[in-house]
């Protein structure tokens, strides 16, 4: 079975701040998917990122930075400097190799001004 | 704007009743997934269809039931409903290619609230 955690339930900063989301996954897959999503208080979801699970290459983009590290089973995702729009709910997810997702229960970021 | 279109956006309906939420995938994606979003469940799959076929199925209940159509679009048809299938449903899709792997979009959800 795939499960995903994400420990942390809220976390609230200072603008510009960096902030961690931790995410801890387990699966007996060889093969399988890590998303991150961001669902900002209108709703959507929106993608931020996908990696496989053969690729542990850490990836920038921006402000956004991932570490996935397979030895501890962790996909952990850094927000640099945030920003007030950066307040959101974020979900990290599993998916298997027909990329059904299995969803943590997402960490909701305040940034304050 | 992910690409991926669902309608309606808010839906209010009595228990008992019946509804259908409908789901444009991207352009050229051939997988659509649904998922319901609850305060007390989270975010689950509920279903995937690939090319008209259903191809996984999660914790779906079975007054709830998906095909997707030869133009790709998927409908989710909910039944009986009761007061604890209020939720965001969330449609997704995907395409599976060879060098890069495959992105999960997702739309902007059907709110549903069963009165």
């Known amino acids: 079975a795939q499960k995903v955690t994400q420990a942390q339930t809220e976390i609230s900063v200072v603008e510009k701040e960096d902030v961690t989301l931790d995410c801890v996954y387990e699966t007996r897959d060889t093969t399988y998917y890590l998303f991150w999503y961001k669902q900002p208080p209108s709703g959507e979801l929106v993608f931020l990122i996908r990696?496989?699970?053969?690729?542990?290459q850490n990836e920038i983009s921006g402000r956004y930075s991932w570490n996935f590290q397979k030895s501890t089973s962790s996909f952990n995702f850094t927000i640099t400097a945030s920003q007030v729009v950066d307040s959101a709910v974020y979900f990290c997810?599993?998916?298997?190799?027909?990329?059904?997702?299995?969803f943590g229960a997402g960490t909701t970021v305040t940034v304050r001004a | 704007d992910s690409g991926v279109t669902q309608t309606p956006k808010h839906l209010i309906t009595a228990t008992g009743q019946r509804v259908t939420l409908r789901c444009s995938p991207r352009?050229?994606?051939?997988?659509v997934y649904w998922y319901q979003q609850s305060l007390d469940q989270g975010l689950q799959f509920l279903i995937q269809y690939y090319n008209g076929e259903e191809r996984a199925k999660g914790n779906i209940l079975e007054r709830f039931s998906a095909q997707q159509f030869p133009d790709l679009h998927s409908e989710l048809n909910l039944s009986s409903l009761e007061l604890g299938d209020s939720a965001l449903y969330f449609c997704?899709?995907?395409?599976?290619?060879?060098?890069?792997?495959?992105?999960?979009?997702f739309g902007e959800g059907s709110w549903l609230t069963v009165v």
């Open positions: 997810a599993l998916g298997d190799v027909d990329y059904k997702l299995s």
């Open positions: 352009s050229g994606d051939l997988s």
């Open positions: 997704a899709s995907s395409v599976e290619r060879q060098d890069s792997g495959n992105t999960i979009y």
């Open positions: 990696r496989n699970s053969f690729d542990e």
